[in-house]
């Protein structure tokens, strides 16, 4: 009987650990969707030298002027995407910038929480800061449009210590 118990107890700490490490870093379902069309062009945008400047003009927003400086950047990217979007949230999912919200985009908007509503429990968003590899996708039909959008997320930093999450997204 204790011998029993025993191998239980083993079998149910061995499938926590495997259980752990497979949520640990990407999925090879995650790996091969972004080679997929529907993400491949997303991802080519989202190089990591453009995660790291969008990372950098995030830290960087101290007032108006170093907000439009991460706004327009954001600008810049969606118009490289046919009805594209681009989403930038802080760790907690406070969205700073949301190229589809147009002029509601504001240094004062982002300070009153007022651009969109929270995203921390967007699913491209969480696995991004959840995943080791930083990286989230999702198919769905978007709340602000009403379309079907693929999104394609990345943590801008390291794990449990980025800036936010960058989300680009096309209907």
């Known amino acids: 009987m204790k011998m029993q118990k025993m ?9 926590l650990l495997v259980s752990f490490n497979a949520m640990a870093a990407c999925g090879d379902q995650v790996l ?11 991802n080519a945008l989202l190089t990591p030298a453009q995660v790291t400047k969008f990372k950098n003009k995030l830290n960087g927003v101290t007032g108006a002027p170093t907000y439009n400086s991460l706004l327009n950047e954001a600008n810049t990217v969606a118009a490289l995407i046919a ?9 907690d999912g406070t969205v700073v910038v949301d ?4 002029a509601n985009n504001t240094y004062a908007n982002f300070q009153a929480k007022t651009i969109n509503e929270n995203h921390n429990s967007r699913i491209a968003i969480l696995d991004a800061q959840l995943w080791a590899c930083g990286v989230g996708l999702e198919t769905k039909t978007s709340t602000s449009t009403g379309d079907v959008e693929v999104y394609l997320a990345k943590r801008l930093g390291a794990y449990l210590n980025s800036a936010g999450t960058v989300r680009l997204s096309h209907k």
């Open 7 to 15: 191998s239980l107890l083993s079998l149910v700490a061995a499938l």
């Open 32 to 42: 091969t969707k972004l080679t997929a069309p529907a993400y491949a062009n997303l």
């Open 83 to 91: 009805n594209g979007r681009v989403l930038i949230t802080l760790p």
């Open 99 to 102: 190229t589809s919200k147009g």
